[in-house]
């Protein structure tokens, strides 16, 4: 019973990006036409998604100081944007995996409460308490803010025809979200740059997330990709959008492109040349999420684009997704095991 209160009161916001990555690699396989593995990756990812919500829930109420001080540590506050990119992306797999319009919209809906509570209370306390000097505090976890706000667009627009009577105004909140995520992006990476730039970053400071600063813009470009899809279907004042969506999802993804080789470079300089060595941490998860996202969004903008070798990309990066997911979950499957209860 104490080990469980003690993973309650310790539960890092980071474990949600263990839905993410799980999800978004199960929605890419579907694309693919691994259809089993993307059903088994769906089964898997719900029963991960209630276990850690639920023990999320019972920190809340449980351990509320303990809460409040995380959503005030402005390293962590904006990590928990990973429940929303969590919710919605779980929300996708019902669309994308199984066909269930239905519990998706449940979930889109949930997600968008969740989005506007950790919005409200992570930048207000942002704004109003942070008194940390910026190279001791942003990272690339900053930018899950983005990931959160991309994955209520690419839900609500892969929804949007499904709510007869008010498609239109469903797709139009998808474009809004997507502005916002993008906005984001542009303003918390360019504070990244400057502090991977200006202050120097040991291989301790190199934390896995810094690959959302590669996921962020994949997910934008798979929004864009997915909205610029559905803009035919609704119709009406969004045609002349179809080019300008088109356009910027191109910029994302080139974008998002040309952050791989570096943060390789990076990996390498921090494992091999540093000799660091690897230690399961949650924060693992936010680089195999980037891996996942960037083969969604690869597929996606081909079919957006109609241009079909782009998506040989997917096709092969998609096992990268596959290899780097495989390690994460084996060794916090070991984690798990070394730190239970009986075990102590």
């Known amino acids: 019973m104490n ?20 999800g978004i690699i199960s929605i890419a396989s579907n694309m693919l036409g691994f259809t089993p593995v993307a059903k ?19 920190r809340v109420i449980m351990y509320w100081s303990a809460q409040y001080a995380d959503i005030s540590n402005p390293k962590l506050s904006l990590v928990y944007f990973t429940m929303v990119a969590g919710t919605n992306v779980v929300g996708a797999q019902f669309v994308n995996v199984i066909n269930c319009p239905c519990m998706a919209k ?25 008194e940390q000097r910026i190279e001791g505090t942003i990272h690339g976890g900053w930018l899950i803010a983005t990931v959160g706000t991309q994955s209520v667009a690419v839900l609500g627009a892969l929804l949007s025809s499904k709510f007869t009577g008010t498609s239109n105004f469903i797709l139009f909140s998808s474009l809004v979200w ?23 970053v040991g291989p301790e400071g190199l934390v896995p997330p810094y690959w959302i600063n590669m996921g962020a813009v994949a997910i934008t470009t798979l929004a864009g990709a997915v909205i610029s899809i559905n803009i035919p279907k609704i119709g009406g004042p969004f045609l002349e ?7 910027f999802s191109v910029l994302f993804w080139s974008f998002g492109t040309w952050w791989i080789p570096l943060l390789v470079i990076i990996g390498i300089w921090k494992y091999v040349y540093n000799r660091t060595p690897y230690k399961y941490s949650p924060l693992y998860w936010g680089l ?57």
Do not use: D
Not at 3 to 22: Q, R, W
Not at 46 to 57: E, F, G, R, T
Not at 313 to 323: P, Q
């Open 3 to 22: 080990g469980i209160k003690n993973a309650i009161k310790t539960l890092h916001p980071a474990y949600f990006a263990f839905v993410m990555s799980t």
């Open 40 to 58: 088994g990756l769906f089964y898997i990812n719900i029963a991960a998604y209630v276990i850690i919500l639920a023990l999320q829930i019972l």
């Open 106 to 130: 449940g979930l889109w809906f949930f997600g968008i409460f969740l989005w506007v509570v950790i919005t409200l209370s992570a930048f207000s306390l942002l704004f109003l308490k942070n």
């Open 178 to 200: 997507w502005m916002i995520g993008a906005f984001l992006y542009v303003v918390i990476i360019t504070l990244i740059m400057y502090r991977l730039i200006f202050f120097k």
């Open 241 to 247: 959008l179809g080019g300008f969506v088109k356009g």
């Open 288 to 344: 195999v999420f980037p891996l996942g996202m960037y083969t969604a969004c690869t597929q996606k903008l081909s079919e957006a684009l109609g241009i079909g070798y782009i998506s040989n990309i997917s096709k092969g990066f998609i096992y990268v997704a596959y290899i780097a997911w495989l390690i994460v979950f084996v060794t916090m499957i070991r984690s798990f095991v070394k730190t239970s209860p009986a075990k102590q």
